[in-house]
């Protein structure tokens, strides 16, 4: 006879994890996205198994439990608990209500099928039959990626190499050096930021802006332009601030301004679709996730959001159907193990929504600490954002 599992989690990727893992079985899946429509749900179907998240709204774990549990018609269904609480109290309150047993997120395949096996029966033994490899499809031919571009303008020749040299391949590099001819690659182009000279010899730069801004087309916005005055031109700085721009790469610069700058922009990127996210960015249909390194001002404010936004924003994504990945990962970002830790499961987890992940190291180092994982060691690793877009686009 088939058996039946309801998922009870708000989290459509979760649900389609526990999905994935037991499809092989022939079990079948019942979904409820919070604890109200779950015992619906279980009085409807009466499944063999719940799968109960903890943290849920309208109704949490707990009170769901205790809906099940002083039910008489499903007070018998065995009940296992996905949750991040593993407080020694918590849990034992919980199997006082009747909870069967629980399972720690984030877990792997193998251990909930150890969890559900023996409430189930889905295999004999104990040892976990190994997961199908996933079927080989005839490579098609990969289309030129579209990475992003940036409209660097500035009448001396040096500056504009050393944004070339700093801005790599992340970037693609269109240069006007004087006014006229950034009005006319305003016109022209297609580009998503904008670095700007304050000192043009032959035009006011304030004119350039505001035709960027009254052009309208490139996604124009104070937000996606740098602009580089003399750090002793106050009046350039007090103005640039009063138009809303928000970053300054004040002259003369160093080459490491120049990629914390660049690092800035990659948290804002929005090319290529209407993502409305905080981190990840889009292209085609890859989403891209730049991991600052640590002296970066964002770094912070990023790793904080590793065991928690970033999850969800992914989780988004899978839930759009979108499971190309590339996580590019700068140097130093890695130098911190809470922080590895978090990007380690993280990984994981993205890992178990069937997303295809390729890493971008140009460090040798962050290239090093890859391998020491296994999380991680067998991940593709490319040496640049090109490279990895050109493999799965």
């Known amino acids: 006879m088939e058996k039946t599992i309801l998922t009870i989690d708000d989290s459509r990727a979760l649900r389609m994890i526990v999905a994935k893992h037991i499809a092989p079985f022939g079990v079948k899946m019942l979904e409820a996205e919070n604890g109200e429509q779950g015992v619906v749900r279980a009085r409807e179907c009466t499944p063999d198994l719940i799968l109960l998240d903890y943290n849920m709204p309208v109704m949490d774990g707990y009170h769901t439990l205790v809906e099940l549990k002083t039910d008489p018609a499903l007070k018998p269904i065995p009940v296992v608990m996905l949750t991040t609480e593993t407080v020694k109290d918590t849990v034992f309150k919980l199997l006082k209500l009747g909870l069967r047993d629980y399972i720690a997120k984030p877990f792997t395949r193998e251990v909930l099928l150890q969890k559900i096996n023996p409430i189930l029966g889905l295999f004999n033994g104990d040892e976990i039959p190994p997961e199908a490899p996933a079927p080989i499809a005839s490579p098609a031919p990969a289309p030129i990626p579209q990475i992003p571009a940036i409209l660097a303008i500035d009448d001396k020749e040096s500056i504009l190499n050393i944004l070339k040299e700093c801005i790599g391949d992340k970037f693609q590099v269109i240069t006007a050096n004087s006014g006229k001819a950034a009005l006319a690659a305003i016109a022209q182009h297609r580009f998503d930021f904008m670095f700007l000279d304050l000192s043009l010899p032959d035009m006011n730069a304030r004119d350039i802006y505001d035709a960027y801004i009254k052009n309208g087309r490139n996604g124009a916005s104070p937000k996606n332009v740098a602009v580089m005055p003399l750090r002793t031109a106050q009046e350039d700085i007090k103005w640039a601030q009063s138009q809303g721009i928000k970053l300054l790469l004040l002259k003369p610069f160093t080459r490491d301004d120049v990629t914390q700058a660049i690092n800035m922009l990659s948290f804002q990127q929005q090319y290529g679709s209407s993502?409305?996210?905080?981190?990840?960015?889009?292209?085609?249909?890859?989403?891209?996730?730049?991991?600052?390194?640590?002296?970066?001002?964002?770094?912070?404010?990023?790793?904080?959001?590793?065991?928690?936004?970033?999850?969800?924003?992914?989780?988004?994504?899978?839930?759009?159907?979108?499971?190309?990945?590339?996580?590019?990962?700068?140097?130093?970002?890695?130098?911190?193990?809470?922080?590895?830790?978090?990007?380690?499961?993280?990984?994981?987890?993205?890992?178990?929504?069937?997303?295809?992940?390729?890493?971008?190291?140009?460090?040798?180092?962050?290239?090093?600490?890859?391998?020491?994982?296994?999380?991680?060691?067998?991940?593709?690793?490319?040496?640049?954002?090109?490279?990895?877009?050109?493999?799965?686009?």
């Not at 249909?285 to 959001?305: M, Q, S, W, Y």
């Not at 499961?345 to 069937?354: D, N």
């Not at 390729?358 to 296994?374: E, G, H, I």
């Open 275 to 393: 993502n409305k996210t905080s981190f990840l960015t889009a292209s085609g249909d890859v989403r891209i996730l730049a991991c600052p390194g640590e002296k970066h001002a964002n770094f912070r404010i990023f790793t904080g959001a590793l065991a928690s936004g970033i999850i969800k924003e992914i989780d988004g994504a899978a839930e759009e159907g979108l499971v190309k990945l590339v996580i590019d990962i700068s140097e130093g970002f890695l130098s911190d193990m809470d922080v590895t830790r978090k990007f380690i499961s993280l990984v994981e987890h993205a890992g178990q929504l069937s997303m295809s992940i390729r890493f971008v190291a140009q460090s040798q180092s962050v290239q090093d600490s890859l391998k020491q994982f296994a999380e991680t060691a067998n991940i593709p690793v490319d040496i640049s954002l090109q490279c990895a877009l050109s493999t799965l686009l």
